[in-house]
């Protein structure tokens, strides 16, 4: 009994003198790093590394390696490192591109073709570019690549076309009274062009189209006493007008064109009268030893009129009277008509 205690207490003294020599502590018991293996292919370039960081992404800030935006890397750097991964990492390499005459260096990566860069360059530049060659034919170090810029835009050559007038008569109203039932809008004609430049030089030019909407005259209603317009009141069966003379005139009907005036759009003088007022619906020519340029006029059938044009042939009781249209001028033909010299 007493060698076993004796025995105990040799034990407990070799214990003890183990822990005085070589203590116990919460590092020596914590769970150590785990060292991982990478072999890394850098631009073609092999080494190995032993790292103890969890990413893809801490290894390559462990070592110091920056990734470019063309550059390429087999393994997504938020990948958690594994031992024996192998990273490689293709470098992109410069080229030199022209466009538009000025040459700038362009980082691409390996294997891509002319097509690839051209895509990227549009989405870049926000232009359409042309490349005069093959667009598959894959790009090397230091290639020379040309790129034109095209774009196109359309132009307009716009012609307003002014609205009339159109009064109505009302004999209810009070004298001197003017109700604009509706407003005029101005019409217009569009002529529309394709233009195309190539580095902003232009290239071609084609017509597109031309494209009219048409004015909407203002239509205003007049009292009796405002209404002295030309063509207004073509009707004598409820006159509203005092006149000093009426007579009855042998008639005819003429137009602007040349077959009446002997002139064309573009003469200096085309469709303006003797008086200097250019025709329209109510201009009568009159011989101005009978009436004078300037008389006004009502013409049973044609409406008010001023007489402001003279003509070869207009002699004496005889009046021609404008019309815009030739088929109306001819349906007209020759008549006698009443004529009233207002006051």
Known sequence: MVRLLRMTAFALVVLLAVGVFHPTTADTLAAQPTVRQITLIDDGVESTHETTVRTIANFLQEQGITLYPADEISRDPRVHVSDGLVLEIIRAFNINITINGETTQKAVRRGANVEEIKYYLQEELETTLLFDGDLQKQ?????????????????????????????????????????????????????????????????????????????????????????????????????????????????????????????????PAYRITRSGREVEHGIVAVDPNFIPLGTRLYVDGYGFAIAADTGGAIRGYKIDLFMEYRADALRFGRRNVTVFILE
């Open 139 to 267: 790009v090397y170090e230091e290639d020379y690549l040309e790129f034109d810029t095209w774009r196109s835009r359309i132009e307009a050559e716009i012609t307003k076309i002014p609205y009339e007038t159109e009064r109505l008569v009302n004999t209810y109203l009070p004298r001197g009274t003017v109700n604009v039932i509706r407003e005029g809008e101005i019409g217009e004609t569009r002529a529309e062009t394709k233009v195309v430049y190539i580095n902003e030089e232009e290239y071609t030019r084609e017509f597109v189209g031309e494209f009219t909407s048409m004015p909407i005259n203002r239509l205003e209603e007049i009292s009796p006493s405002s209404a002295f317009v030309l063509g207004a009141l073509a009707d004598t069966s409820c006159p509203t007008f005092a006149y000093v003379r009426r007579l009855t005139m042998n008639a005819t009907a003429y137009t602007a064109g040349f077959s009446c005036t002997g002139k064309r759009p573009g003469h």
